[in-house]
């Protein structure tokens, strides 16, 4: 965009100030924005952590459900390499491994699911751009068992040559560097074609190669392939490149599933074992080695003692390539009052060291790991383990939340503090379900799962979650138009509350600090425990919406079977008459007496003048004859009546693509005809030159379902991202700030919260 500098001439001056004013009112083009994360650091489930075997300082990560990162030394930053992908099923990564020869090629098997697309990526620029060979087997990078691995592996002397543990279809093989893909016939598991039980199935865990059994330039000759599926043989070797398999003999307890393996320098094999695929669900496990040179196994278990802190399984393992005979393993599922380790042996597994009591986390980069108490955990779901193959003192280890490094892993040897820090910068790995930003205060409001919600003042800075109370999922957000200082919110309690902890909380502060809100418990709930409501599932009192009046003094709660309201921050509740069985409260943004609702099975609104105490019926023509499948049926969904900010009974209806809008409240609705098939949308600061708010939707256009803006109240859209910033099209919310023209909030699965705006 072209900005002329003011000119001295009066006339030419105004001539040129109504060009500026005409260009900034007009919509926005895609490559002409700048898109960038909110930061929170971090915050979901990381399977996989791996560092290049041969080039110091690039490392790897496999996300679950959000792309492959790569460690950027000179820019101290994890950059995410997927932003590019359309594909919403290639973001979760089953495996990847870089190449053991050439640091520039790295490979990763990608499928979020296993009834969804996938494909092996090649890359030749560190992951710049990806080579896409689409594969029959599936994958399921976000299912049971992804914290297996590696199930890719590259041969050390022949890099043509790749393998593949699927879960469902056996073992496969490239020969041509992932240019195709065959099944390797002689290898006895051919596995679950049809995975019609794939929540009990994980199919191969890992691929070792070991390099000592070939030379440069010709195939390697001894392959380990583990499995993880139950009631069958674990460990299977080749000693002939792949032509012909045998059981390796002795193996561990047939309950003992093997996950995770590697191979060091004299030939001896080192395997973690659960007795589940993981990551959770898990009770038991144990450490084996096998030295394959000879054949004995030897158990290797660290704790083995129930009364020091229980049976767990085995997951995370990294060996020491600088140091033999040390290596270091983690548990899995350890009980939760005690938590997850990391032991480390410099001796091959005779003894072991637990780090976790020498450990001291400094948390105050990502503040939000303190979860609301004093001292941030040590870590769950620790299955991404790796000891830099360049320096022996720096190690990764991710968790279910996070990934931790340290530089002084040796000082453990003289029994000193290690310390430990989150590694997360550039790295948003997190599912957001709910964004709001209110026209003063906080720039954004967000709901994420797993993870509660954060209030944004600094959009650059990772900030506390809110708490009092915490919640696992915020399911809605809502602020009071004219007196933004009040906000309220909904959310499922934490899983393992001793307590019974609300699940609707309240702000008088503009989201600072916050004040929980317990609404009268409907006929039927004669106590609410934890353990009576089970944790993230659709219990109607939990998943009970909230809004809030215009001004901030009546809360509504859509409790089930009798909706409730209270003008009192819930010191006395009042039920509320006449709301249709299908609606729920929508306050207008102008009049604080206003709220309207939805009844789906007449095709109707429903209007309450008397601040939300009785709803009756309009006679409503307008709306489509049937809109019953416009009725969302999950808490995450967005809700398709939503009220204009600052303009009495101006409201806008999403039906089945469509936008529908009233200016009477609701009594007539006339179609905004565009070529837009409309998910959801906000309302945004009007561009300069402008009376009417901009919208921005998520919708779909001839195919592509993308970020738009509207500056002319839905009638013609432009595109807001471009091919550049595809984010897998896992778009789920939006919110468009109220004080910066052109700058849009989404929430998407797996990359957090990206926000737009127009590039200076």
């Given at each position: 965009m072209?900005?002329?500098?003011?000119?001295?001439?009066?006339?030419?001056?105004?001539?040129?100030?109504?060009?500026?004013?005409?260009?900034?009112?007009?919509?926005?083009?895609a490559?002409?924005?700048?898109?960038?994360?909110?930061?929170?650091?971090?915050?979901?489930?990381?399977p996989?952590i791996?560092?290049?075997?041969v080039?110091?300082?690039?490392?790897?990560?496999?996300?679950?459900?959000g792309?492959?990162y790569?460690?950027?030394?000179p820019?101290q930053a994890?950059?995410?390499?997927?932003d590019?992908?359309?594909?919403?099923?290639?973001?979760?990564?089953?495996?990847?491994?870089?190449d053991?020869?050439?640091?520039?090629?790295v490979?990763?098997a990608?499928?979020?699911?296993h009834?969804?697309?996938?494909?092996?990526?090649r890359?030749?620029?560190?992951?710049?751009?990806?080579?896409?060979?689409?594969?029959?087997?599936?994958m399921?990078?976000?299912?049971?068992?992804?914290?297996?691995?590696?199930?890719l592996?590259?041969?050390?002397?022949?890099?043509?040559?790749l393998?593949?543990?699927?879960?469902?279809?056996?073992?496969?093989?490239?020969?041509?560097k992932d240019?195709?893909?065959?099944?390797?016939?002689?290898?006895?598991?051919?596995g679950?074609v049809?995975?019609?039980?794939w929540?009990?199935?994980?199919?191969?865990?890992?691929?070792?190669?070991d390099?000592?059994?070939?030379?440069?330039?010709?195939?390697?000759?001894?392959?380990?392939?583990?499995?993880?599926?139950?009631?069958?043989?674990h460990?299977?070797?080749s000693?002939?490149?792949g032509?012909?398999?045998?059981?390796?003999?002795g193996?561990p307890?047939?309950e003992l599933?093997?996950?995770q393996a590697?191979?060091?320098?004299?030939?001896?094999?080192?395997?973690?074992?659960?007795?589940?695929?993981?990551?959770?669900?898990?009770?038991?496990?144990?450490?084996?080695?096998?030295d394959?040179?000879?054949?004995v196994?030897?158990?290797?278990t660290?704790?083995?003692?129930?009364?020091?802190?229980g049976?767990?399984?085995?997951?995370?393992?990294?060996?020491?390539?600088?140091?033999?005979?040390?290596?270091?393993?983690?548990?899995?599922?350890?009980?939760e009052?005690?938590?997850?380790?990391?032991?480390?042996?410099?001796?091959?597994?005779a003894h072991?060291?637990?780090?976790?009591?020498?450990?001291?986390?400094?948390?105050?980069?990502?503040p939000?790991?303190?979860?609301?108490?004093?001292?941030?955990?040590?870590g769950?779901w620790?299955t991404?383990?790796?000891?830099?193959?360049?320096?022996?003192?720096?190690i990764?280890?991710?968790?279910g939340?996070?990934?931790?490094?340290?530089r002084?892993?040796?000082?453990?040897?003289?029994?000193q503090?290690?310390?430990?820090?989150?590694?997360?910068?550039g790295v948003?790995?997190?599912?957001v379900?709910?964004l709001?930003?209110?026209p003063?205060?906080a720039?954004?409001?967000?709901?994420?799962g797993d993870?509660?919600?954060f209030?944004?003042?600094?959009l650059?800075?990772?900030?506390?979650?809110?708490?009092?109370?915490?919640?696992?999922?915020?399911?809605?957000?809502?602020?009071?138009?004219?007196?933004?200082?009040?906000?309220?919110?909904?959310?499922?309690?934490?899983?393992?509350?001793?307590?019974?902890?609300?699940?609707?909380?309240y702000?008088?502060?503009?989201?600072?600090?916050?004040?929980?809100?317990?609404?009268?418990?409907?006929?039927?709930?004669?106590?609410?425990?934890?353990?009576?409501?089970?944790?993230?599932?659709?219990?109607?009192?939990?998943?009970s919406?909230?809004?809030?009046s215009?001004?901030?003094?009546?809360?509504?709660?859509m409790?089930?079977?009798?909706?409730?309201?209270?003008?009192?921050?819930?010191?006395?509740?009042?039920?509320?008459q006449?709301?249709p069985?299908t609606?729920?409260?929508?306050?207008?943004?102008?009049?604080?007496?206003?709220f309207?609702?939805v009844?789906?099975?007449?095709?109707?609104?429903?209007v309450?003048?008397?601040?939300g105490?009785?709803?009756?019926?309009?006679?409503?023509?307008g709306?489509?004859?049937?809109?019953k499948a416009?009725?969302?049926h999950?808490?995450?969904a967005p809700?398709p009546?939503?009220?204009?900010?600052?303009k009495?009974g101006?409201?806008?209806?999403?039906?089945?693509?469509?936008?529908l809008?009233?200016?009477?409240?609701?009594?007539?609705?006339a179609?905004?005809?565009?070529?837009?098939?409309?998910?959801?949308?906000?309302?945004g600061k009007?561009?300069?030159?402008?009376?009417?708010l901009?919208l921005?939707?998520?919708?779909t256009?001839?195919?592509t379902?993308?970020?738009w803006?509207?500056?002319?109240?839905?009638?013609?859209?432009?595109?807001?991202?471009?091919a550049?910033?595809?984010?897998?099209?896992?778009?789920?919310?939006?919110?468009?700030d109220?004080?910066?023209?052109?700058?849009?909030?989404?929430?998407?699965?797996?990359?957090?919260?990206?926000?737009?705006?127009?590039?200076?």
């Open positions: 072209k900005i002329f500098a003011p000119a001295r001439a009066g006339g030419l001056f105004a001539l040129l100030l109504i060009g500026v004013l005409f260009a900034f009112a007009q919509p926005a083009a490559e002409d924005y700048i898109w960038r994360n909110v930061r929170v650091g971090g915050g979901g489930y990381i996989g791996i560092f290049s075997p080039e110091c300082d690039l490392a790897y990560l496999r996300t679950d459900m792309g492959i790569r460690w950027e030394a820019k994890w950059i995410p390499l997927e590019d992908i359309a594909e919403r099923n290639f973001q979760g990564i089953e495996s990847l491994t870089p053991p020869v050439d640091p520039n090629v490979y990763a990608v499928g979020t699911y009834n969804g697309p996938s494909a092996i990526f890359s030749s620029n560190r992951g710049d751009s990806w080579e896409i060979t689409p594969v029959p087997f599936r399921g990078g976000n299912e049971e068992g992804r914290d297996l691995g590696e199930r592996a590259v041969d050390p002397n022949d890099t043509s040559i393998y593949f543990g699927s879960r469902f279809d056996g073992l496969q093989k490239s020969t041509d240019n195709t893909w065959v099944k390797v016939d002689g290898f006895p598991y051919k679950l049809a995975p019609t039980d929540h009990s199935r994980a199919g191969l865990s890992f691929v070792v190669i390099p000592s059994s070939g030379v440069k330039g010709t195939p390697s000759k001894t392959i380990f392939v583990g499995i993880a599926d139950n009631n069958v043989h460990l299977y070797r000693t002939d490149a032509l012909t398999w045998a059981e390796v003999a193996e307890p047939v599933l093997p996950g590697q191979i060091d320098s004299k030939g001896v094999l080192y395997i973690t074992y659960s007795n589940s695929m993981g990551p959770y669900g898990v009770t038991k496990g144990a450490v084996y080695k096998l394959t040179k000879t054949g196994w030897t158990d290797i660290p704790n083995k003692d129930t009364a020091a802190g049976y767990s399984g085995y997951m995370g393992l990294s060996l020491d390539r600088r140091k033999p005979d040390t290596l270091v393993v983690a548990t899995l599922d350890l009980d009052s005690v938590g997850d380790s990391i032991y480390r042996s410099t001796d091959g597994g072991w060291q637990d780090i976790r009591p020498l450990s001291k986390r400094d948390v105050s980069s990502v939000w790991l303190l979860w609301g108490g004093n001292e941030a955990k040590f769950w620790i991404g383990l790796a000891i830099d193959p360049f320096d022996s003192s720096h990764a280890y991710t968790t939340a996070t990934i931790y490094e340290t002084n892993l040796r000082d453990a040897e003289k029994n503090t290690v310390n430990w820090k989150p590694w997360v910068e948003e790995q997190t599912a379900l709910e709001a930003s209110p003063k205060g720039h954004l409001l967000s709901g994420f993870l509660g919600g209030t944004h003042f600094d650059d800075q990772s900030v506390l979650m809110q708490t009092n109370p915490i919640f696992v999922n915020t399911n809605n957000i809502d602020y009071a138009e004219r007196a933004p200082n009040v906000i309220v919110r909904g959310g499922t309690h934490e899983a393992h509350a001793k307590v019974r902890t609300a699940t609707l909380g702000s008088t502060d503009y989201g600072k600090s916050w004040q929980p809100l317990y609404a009268p418990l409907p006929e039927g709930y004669t106590e609410l425990t934890p353990d009576k409501i089970s944790y993230n599932f659709s219990d109607p009192y939990i998943d919406h909230i809004v809030t215009t001004d901030g003094k009546t809360f509504v709660v409790t089930p079977g009798t909706p409730v309201l209270t003008r009192s921050q819930g010191k006395r509740w009042a039920k509320v006449g709301l069985p609606g729920r409260p929508v306050p207008d943004r102008a009049d604080p007496k206003l309207y609702a009844d789906f099975d007449k095709s109707i609104i429903y309450s003048k008397d601040g105490f009785h709803f009756s019926p309009l006679k409503t023509v709306l489509p004859p049937d809109i416009d009725q969302p999950w808490r995450e809700w009546l939503i009220a204009r900010p600052g009495k101006d409201l806008w209806y999403v039906s089945k693509g469509k936008l809008h009233s200016v009477n409240g609701g009594e007539s609705f179609e905004v005809k565009s070529d837009l098939s409309v998910f959801t949308f906000d309302f009007a561009a300069p030159g402008k009376r009417n901009t921005y939707a998520l919708g256009k001839e195919g379902f993308a970020i803006q509207s500056v002319d109240m839905g009638k013609s859209w432009v595109r807001l991202n471009d550049k910033h595809e984010y897998s099209r896992m778009f789920r919310c939006i919110a468009a109220k004080n910066v023209f052109g700058r849009v909030y989404v929430g998407i699965d797996g990359r957090g919260i990206v926000y737009g705006e127009p590039k200076p």
